[in-house]
């Protein structure tokens, strides 16, 4: 399986930047936190575990926007008209009227859509629940990728089932949380 992820810096959340393919930065860390390389590594295990069945050459590709409270008060109140921070925000593309052409689809990475991270309610949530940064930041980035690949939570049992995946999906990269 084949994963590409690209980490953008929105604002002042991310300190150290290079470039992706398409021109915008990639974060190599996060004020030392989380390694460029570790992100890759979590998503890429993610979806082995996970298994989709959505791209026919199993290639995905996603973008992590990691950023702060302002800016994503600005996308919630633009695209949930909720004028409030939040701590994760998923655009799934895969719910996009405009599927990709068949002959993209054999040829490209599946393209899942982005995920959206506050860094500011990410560290008061991580203090909140007593563990690190990082842990906050992988529960909240499998959260976000579940909800690019159709998982939802309308009702408390969807809700319960979606977080024991998290959970799931955290210790198979070896993090471990007392969420959920």
């Known amino acids: 399986m084949q994963v590409e992820v690209c980490v953008q810096d929105g604002g ?6 290079q470039s992706c393919d398409d021109g915008s930065s990639t974060a190599s860390s996060l004020g030392g ?16 575990a996970l298994q ?12 992590l926007r990691l950023t702060d409270d302002r800016e994503i008060q600005s996308f919630n109140q633009q695209y949930r008209q909720q004028d409030k921070p939040t701590d994760v925000l998923a655009f799934a593309a895969l719910e996009s009227l405009h ?10 990475p599946l393209y899942l859509g982005d995920i959206v991270i506050s860094i500011d309610t990410a560290q008061r949530q991580a203090d909140a629940q007593q563990h690190s940064l ?14 690019l ?3 939802d ?28």
């Open 12 to 17: 002042d959340a991310v300190t150290e930047a």
């Open 33 to 48: 936190v989380i390694a460029m390389e570790m992100w890759e590594r979590w998503f890429q295990v993610w979806l082995e």
């Open 52 to 63: 989709p069945t959505l791209s026919p050459i199993d290639a995905y590709e996603l973008s």
């Open 99 to 108: 599927p990709q052409p068949h002959e993209l689809q054999s040829t490209l």
């Open 134 to 147: 990082t842990v906050e930041l992988a529960w909240l980035a499998a959260h976000g990728l579940l909800h």
């Open 149 to 151: 690949l159709g998982w």
């Open 153 to 180: 939570h309308p009702d408390d049992e969807s809700l319960s089932r979606m977080l024991k995946q998290q959970q799931d999906l955290l210790q198979i990269v070896g993090v471990h949380s007392k969420t959920g």
